[in-house]
Structure formats: structure tokens, C-alpha cells
């Protein structure tokens, strides 16, 4: 008979009805999961230097836990080494010593607190690891592709027994801290993957060669983990489906599959399918891959295992894994980035309450802070790393209740208005547009994903619904009505202006609007030059070659995209190198005239560009009402790109802050 | 204001070629510092073939994220040897890969080299340039066959004193 931790019963809730699949129990080794919903092991940088658990992790767990509703809650993967050889990231919590347990009993108590089963990772981060020391370690010294990782020791056969010791030590104290599941990670180029793989492993004794010989530790790790967490706590794995290695010859999709069934007849109770490593070539979960992409692999490692599979990669709502899981393609729905955007996200699909979903827009930025050494946040979620501060996770009611007027119902606007109504004020949003959402409506029809942004005003427009936001659209806010109105706050939130350029040639009718272009409804000729190299700037010059448009992209910043996080940057330059853009960056439009416009860079060199329409893409602070408002004493706040263009993670983050303080 | 197109590519083309002789004076110049600190015992070329080697192995990290074996053993060679003859093209020489006499082989060529100009400007044998640069090249390799697990060789077939004529490069898999 399964083992059960802790009973609950779905059957009232509408989620229930709709996603049956993913509120069903599974049995995995001896123990009963009540639903199909895990919080995957996510670094989050959170800890101690030294590898302790701080307060700020264990609230971050404690609100995952409590979005799993019942399921599988994985604290981040421990490395394992004192030699910090295995240590990926700088917060990553350590596992090397029993010193280390009471901190770790910490999250497994928070995620039972919450009536969740809490797994327990273990990682040696490999060729990625050694973040505070001059070496990592590795089955062969293959050198680095990528810069940022330190150059590769090759470990000696003491050095794999090392490490199959530290795995069993670890997953000892990880039993002994109250953990309910193991975990063993060996994905994207941690080391694990590192013997697993033949671009990484050229060793030609036993630990290397065929699959099964690069295998072979795996199996050691394996076999030792189970001994010491006995029947009752299950072990899993991670495991690349496919590695995405073919351009430096990595394994075949075939051998991963081999290695699926080793680790299963090695003892392994579940595997979680991944793809991908850290150095492939090829995108794995940025916005512009489509979500669902990946779920197929899934189908394939259960056609080739029969231990349950589980697997995330872009699936971000709950209609796929749950038809996945109907269809018996896939067994658990793995969650890593849109529980860090939403911790509570499967809790609230149980309840019915999914429009209330603050859903990840596949930015990447918490990745790519992590690489950075900075803690972990979120472009869409303003609580995220607050969740061990009350005054974000649970703003207190406003004392003295206002009349707030909000001036934009773009995203910084609309989070601001209802964060302020949550709190007990009276909030009114006003925008001249007829609908919702600012610039978002155009900056949306970028191609590559962008859409995706779109689900921010979904939530906004739900949660300013829930909280008795009134909407004012299609009005326009003059002095006359703040006069008239007299409230006690005004925030505004009325997005950026996109001014004339300045230079000759400015007001030359071959200049348009970007947003009307964005919308369709600017004429655009065959040649364009964008001006602004900045996101909109990129996403407007994309968007037009999309339509067989030549575009060259003219901006002042030294690379296209200073504003995008680097883990989706190289995204965009790829695409735009594809699509044929010119970009000449550090540069500004000197000129506009009949033939097209004169290019100036920084150093002062000139050249012509021949196009038939330009488009301007930079923005301006908007100062409109500032002065109305305070001569009217009126209380201000200025958020989002009305305050300084920038993105819509600023604009989100301004206008939380904002609601929480007004 | 309209462009003066021949004015703009005369103060371009300065700029390029003030700033790819700078290239060569400023290794020169660091020779030498190296070569007194190192005090009186070193010998100039060792000094110069160590510090081809330590910027072949800094050049061959830049290589790496490039190159892909996904196109077959003959594009990928052709690939490397267009990146190797490119670092020629980058200091203001002229050099081209191009298929070699034997299968598998890459032959590298260069046609104008500014470097024996450099290096008499400094005093330094023309010896040293040719056996530096094969020196810098295996370096690249060295890291490159390491990365993708193809033993790789690179040999000086031709090298002509003064930057006459050209200098010839064989770029194949070892055996």
C-alpha cells in the first residue's frame, strides 16, 4: 500500500472539473502524490554565500508549496562538495556537511506546512559549476564554449568515487532534514549530463566509451541514493531527452533514450524529461518558441520507460499537460518559471479562478540573473524575492481612504489601480483610448511571441474587476476634469510621448508613427528606417521585415537591445540577422530628405540611407498634467514609461510599488 | 546636408589603417616590455612563441561558439581555415582558404602580410614572424580539436622573408 502524506480532496473545486487529469493521484515508488502538479528545482540565489538557508528562500518555498495544492514542491538542487567545484550559482544552497541540515529542514517544514510533498535535488553543477573557485570538474577537460564557465579539470577515478559519495551523503541528509522525495539532476550541462554526454566525456576507461560505460556513475548515484533513502522516500532523476548537441556531436536522440532505460533499471522510480543544455544552439523556452513544443519528447521517453514521466519546457496553462496526461503522453506537470510568475497559478486553475493567473511572458530574466550572481526576480511578478517581506506579500489596508484618479490604463496604470483598490481606496482609471492597455495594444503585434505579453493586462483587467476598479475609457483627462473631480491622488501612468525627431528634415512627411504602424493603420513604403534601437525599435524593424520589408535600424545605443535581458537578446539579433536588418548602432539620424535620411555616427562618419518611409521608435518621459496636478495640490506619482521609458517589467514593478505606498 | 561619399571613405579608410597598424606596433612594444622584464637570460623567440601561444588559445575560445560540425568534415575545415585566414584580414593583411591539393586539406594563403614590415621596424628576425604565427595557429587548433573531438593539424608550408610573395598554410585532420 502507497504512502500517503496528506489527504485532499479536489472533487468541490470547479478545477477539478475542468483539468480532471491534473487533480488525479499518482503513485511514485511507494508513494501516493495526490495531483499531477510539481514545483521544479529552481535556483534562486536566495542563500548564503556559504551554502545556508536564509528566510528569504524559505518564504519563496512556503508560497510554492502552498501553489502545488497537495503536489510536488522541490526545493532547489544542493551541491555537494566542500571544494565548491559542484556550486553553479552563489546563492545555491550546500549539502557537504550535517551542518547544513537545520536550515534544510527549514524548507522541508515550510512545504509540509503547506500539505505538500517536498523533494529534495541533488546538484554538482559540472562544467557550469565552480562559481566561486579558478576550476570545475568534469569527465574530460573539454574546453568551454561559452566564456562565462570556468575552464574544465578532468576528474580521476578517486574524484567519481568522491563524487558518487557526496550524492549518497547528501541524499542521507536530505532523508535526515524530513524530505519526502529525491531528486538527481543531470541536465544541461551540469555534471551529471557532463559523463552522459560524448561531446564531454572522451574518457576511455570504464566511466567512459559506450553509453553504458558514460553511464556508468549515473547508475553508482543511483544505486547509492536509494540505499540510503530506503523504500519509502522515492528517487528520481533528471535527464536530457534530447541535448541539442548534434552541431559539437552529442549524443543521439536514441542514446538519450538509452539512457532513460538504465536509469530505470538502475532503480529510478520517476524521470523528468528535459532538453537542452546550457551551450546548445538552439532555443529551448524563449517566447518565440511556441509553447507546447517540446511535450512530444514526453510521449517519447513513456514509449521507451514505464516509471512516470514528468516535464515542463513551455507549457504554461493547463490545457495541454492535462489533455497530455488524459491521453497517457505524460504523467506530471512540471512548473519552474510560471510558478516563480505565480506561485499560486495551479491553485488558483483548482479554483476556478485562472483569469486571476499572472502568467510568464518566457523573458528569461530570472535566468539570466541568476547566471549574473544576482538574486533571483521576476519581469512580471513584483513580489517575487519579497516573499519573506509582509509589506509586499500582504499590503496593509490604506488608513485614510482616497480618490485616487489613475491617468493610462496601460499595465502600469492598471497595476497600480488595483493594488490601490485592494488596499481600500477608490480608484478611477482613465484613458483616452477606448480599451485597456496602453501601448501594449501595438507593442503586442511584434512578432516572435509578443502576444504573450498581452496575459499581463488579462490578469490586470481580472484583478481591477475583482477589486471594484472603475474604468473610464475613451476619457480623456484634461485640467478641466481634475479640477472638476478634485481627487486626492492622481497617478500618472499615461505612457511615454515619441517626439518629433530632431533634426532636419523632422517634420518631412515621409516620418510616421510608431504606434500606427504597429496597429496598421500608417502606410509604410517598401524601405524603412527605424529609428531607436531599442526593444520597440526592434520589434517594429522584425514586424516590418516579417512583411518583406527592407529595414535598416538606426539608434544611438551601442547594441541593438541594450534593454533586452541578454538570455533573450541573442534571440533578436539572430532573427534580425536573418531577416536581412541592417542595424547601424551608436549612430543618429543627422537627416531626413527626399532620398531617405543621413546617418551620423558617434564618430562623426555620415552616410545616406535611401528609404521611402522612417519611423521613430524612441520615447520621451511624458510631463503632461504634472504641472495641473500640483498646482492644484494635488498628491502625484508619475509610474512607468510616463516617468522614463522603459519596459513593461518597469512599468508593472512602478505601478505595484505605487498601489502598496499611495 | 548631402554626403561627400569620397571624403567619408578617405577619413575611413585612415582611421582603419591607423588603427591595424597600431595592431602591430602594440605587440611590439609589449615584446619588448616582455622581454625585459623576462631580464637578460630569455631568448627573444621563445618569449614570442609563448606569447603566440597564450593568444592562439585566447583567439581559439572565440572560435568555438562559432563553428559547427553539424555542416560535414569539408565545410567545417573550410569554415576554420576562412576564421584563421580572417585574423590575417583583421591586421591588414590579405589571406583566403580555399580547398587543398589533397582531400581533407585546407590550404591557407597569404598574399600581403603586414607583419615583416612591423617586426623591422622593431629590429625583429623575419624568422620569428613566420614560426610565431604557425605557433598561434595550432594553438587555435589545439583547443578546437579538443572541442570537438577531431584531431586537427596545422603546418607552415611556405613562408617568404619580407613579405614578398605569399605565405602558405596547411590546414588538415591528423592522423
Request: proline fraction near 5%; aromatic fraction near 8%.
Amino acid at each position: 500500500m502507497a504512502r500517503l502524506l496528506f489527504e485532499w480532496d479536489y472533487s468541490h473545486h470547479p478545477g477539478a472539473q475542468s483539468y480532471p487529469h491534473l487533480f488525479k493521484p499518482i503513485q511514485i515508488g511507494n508513494l501516493s502524490v495526490p495531483n499531477r502538479i510539481k514545483y521544479a528545482a529552481t535556483e534562486d540565489n536566495f542563500n548564503t554565500h556559504d551554502g545556508f538557508i536564509t528566510d528569504a528562500d524559505v518564504a519563496y518555498m512556503r508560497e510554492r508549496a502552498k501553489g502545488v495544492v497537495g503536489g510536488l514542491c522541490f526545493m532547489q538542487g544542493v551541491y555537494m562538495d566542500p571544494g565548491r567545484q559542484g556550486q553553479g550559482y552563489v546563492g545555491q544552497a550546500a549539502c557537504w556537511d550535517d551542518k547544513f541540515i537545520p536550515g534544510l529542514k527549514r524548507i522541508a517544514d515550510a512545504v509540509h506546512a503547506e500539505r505538500a510533498v517536498a523533494g529534495f535535488q541533488l546538484m554538482d553543477c559540472g562544467r557550469v559549476g565552480a562559481v566561486d573557485v579558478d576550476y570545475c570538474h568534469g569527465p574530460s577537460a573539454v574546453p568551454q564554449r561559452l566564456r562565462i564557465f570556468k575552464p574544465v579539470q578532468e576528474m580521476t577515478k578517486a574524484d567519481i568515487q568522491d563524487v558518487v559519495r557526496q550524492h549518497v551523503d547528501a541524499a542521507r541528509r536530505g532523508v535526515a532534514a524530513g524530505f519526502d522525495m529525491m531528486e538527481i539532476s543531470g541536465i544541461v550541462g551540469y555534471l551529471i549530463s557532463n559523463f552522459i554526454s560524448s561531446y564531454t566525456n572522451r574518457r576511455n576507461d570504464e566511466y567512459g566509451g559506450d553509453i553504458r560505460g558514460r553511464m556508468r556513475m549515473v547508475v553508482e548515484i543511483i544505486q547509492g541514493v536509494k540505499k540510503v533513502c530506503g523504500p519509502d522516500v522515492p528517487v528520481g532523476i533528471r535527464l536530457c531527452s534530447e541535448e541539442l548537441l548534434d552541431d559539437v556531436r552529442g549524443n543521439t536522440p536514441e542514446e538519450s533514450m538509452e539512457t532513460y532505460q538504465i536509469a530505470e533499471q538502475a532503480g529510478a522510480d520517476y524521470i523528468s524529461c528535459t532538453l537542452g543544455w546550457q551551450e546548445s544552439i538552439y532555443p529551448v523556452i524563449s517566447r518565440d518558441i511556441p509553447m507546447g513544443n517540446w511535450v512530444h519528447l514526453a510521449k517519447r521517453a513513456k514509449q521507451h520507460v514505464k516509471i512516470p514521466i514528468q516535464m515542463a519546457y513551455r507549457l504554461f496553462k493547463p490545457g495541454l499537460p492535462n489533455e497530455k496526461i488524459g491521453a497517457g503522453e505524460l504523467d506530471i506537470w512540471e512548473m519552474c518559471r510560471s510558478m516563480i510568475a505565480d506561485p499560486l497559478m495551479p491553485k488558483k486553475v483548482l479554483e476556478g479562478r485562472e483569469n486571476e493567473v499572472r502568467h510568464c511572458v518566457a523573458c528569461n530574466l530570472c535566468l539570466a540573473r541568476l547566471f549574473r550572481d544576482a538574486p533571483m526576480t521576476c519581469y512580471i511578478n513584483p513580489v517575487c524575492a519579497h516573499e519573506s517581506h509582509p509589506e509586499f506579500m500582504d499590503p496593509k489596508p490604506a488608513q485614510d481612504k482616497k480618490r485616487i484618479m489613475v491617468v493610462g490604463a496601460g499595465p502600469a496604470g492598471l497595476e497600480c489601480a488595483y493594488m490601490a483598490a485592494r488596499r481600500g481606496h477608490e480608484v478611477h482609471v482613465y484613458d483616452r483610448r477606448g480599451v485597456i492597455g496602453g501601448t501594449l495594444n501595438e507593442a503586442r503585434n511584434a512578432p516572435y511571441g509578443d502576444d504573450e505579453l498581452w496575459t499581463c493586462v488579462e490578469y490586470q483587467q481580472a484583478m481591477c474587476a475583482k477589486y471594484g476598479v472603475q474604468l473610464h475609457l475613451g476619457a480623456e483627462v484634461t485640467e478641466a476634469l481634475i479640477q472638476d473631480e478634485l481627487p486626492d491622488t492622481v497617478v500618472l501612468a499615461s505612457g511615454p510621448v515619441y517626439p518629433q525627431l530632431k533634426a532636419p528634415g523632422g517634420d518631412h512627411p515621409k516620418l510616421v508613427n510608431l504606434l500606427d504602424v504597429m496597429s496598421g493603420r500608417a502606410p509604410v513604403g517598401r524601405k524603412v528606417v527605424v529609428y531607436g534601437n531599442r526593444k520597440p525599435g526592434i520589434g517594429c524593424a522584425l514586424h516590418l521585415a516579417k512583411q518583406g520589408k527592407k529595414v535598416t535600424l538606426v539608434g544611438r545605443e551601442k547594441s541593438a537591445g541594450f534593454d533586452v535581458n541578454p538570455s533573450f537578446k541573442w534571440r533578436y539579433l539572430i532573427y534580425m540577422r536573418q531577416a536581412g536588418i541592417s542595424a547601424y548602432n551608436d549612430c543618429v539620424i543627422e537627416e531626413v530628405n527626399d532620398e531617405g535620411v543621413i546617418v551620423k555616427s558617434y564618430d562623426g562618419y555620415r552616410w545616406p540611407v535611401v528609404c521611402d518611409t522612417v519611423i521613430v521608435s524612441e520615447r520621451e518621459a511624458n510631463p503632461s498634467l504634472k504641472q495641473v496636478v500640483q498646482s492644484e495640490g494635488i498628491e502625484l506619482f508619475v509610474i512607468g514609461d510616463a516617468l522614463v521609458p522603459r519596459n513593461l517589467s518597469s512599468a508593472v514593478h512602478d505601478g505595484y510599488r505605487i498601489g502598496m505606498r499611495v | 546636408m548631402p554626403v561627400d561619399a569620397e571624403k567619408e571613405i578617405t577619413r575611413l579608410w585612415r582611421a582603419l589603417h591607423a588603427a591595424q597598424d597600431e595592431i602591430g606596433k602594440t605587440y611590439y612594444r609589449w615584446r619588448q616590455v616582455a622581454l625585459e622584464s623576462a631580464g637578460p637570460g630569455a631568448k627573444p623567440l621563445d618569449v614570442g612563441l609563448r606569447a603566440a601561444e597564450v593568444f592562439g588559445k585566447e583567439i581559439g575560445k572565440g572560435f568555438l561558439p562559432r563553428l559547427n560540425w553539424l555542416k560535414g568534415e569539408e565545410a567545417f575545415l573550410m569554415n576554420l581555415g576562412r576564421s584563421l585566414a580572417d585574423i590575417w584580414g583583421t591586421e591588414g593583411g590579405i589571406a583566403a582558404a580555399e580547398k587543398g591539393a589533397a582531400a581533407g586539406e585546407v590550404t591557407i594563403r597569404c598574399t600581403r602580410d603586414p607583419w615583416p614590415s612591423w617586426a623591422k621596424e622593431y629590429g625583429v628576425p623575419m624568422e620569428e614572424v613566420a614560426l610565431c604565427r604557425e605557433r598561434m595557429f595550432q594553438a587555435i587548433i589545439e583547443d578546437v580539436s579538443l572541442f570537438f573531438n577531431v584531431p586537427l593539424k596545422i603546418e607552415l608550408v611556405k613562408a617568404i622573408p619580407r613579405g614578398q610573395g605569399e605565405t602558405v598554410m596547411r590546414l588538415s585532420k591528423a592522423a
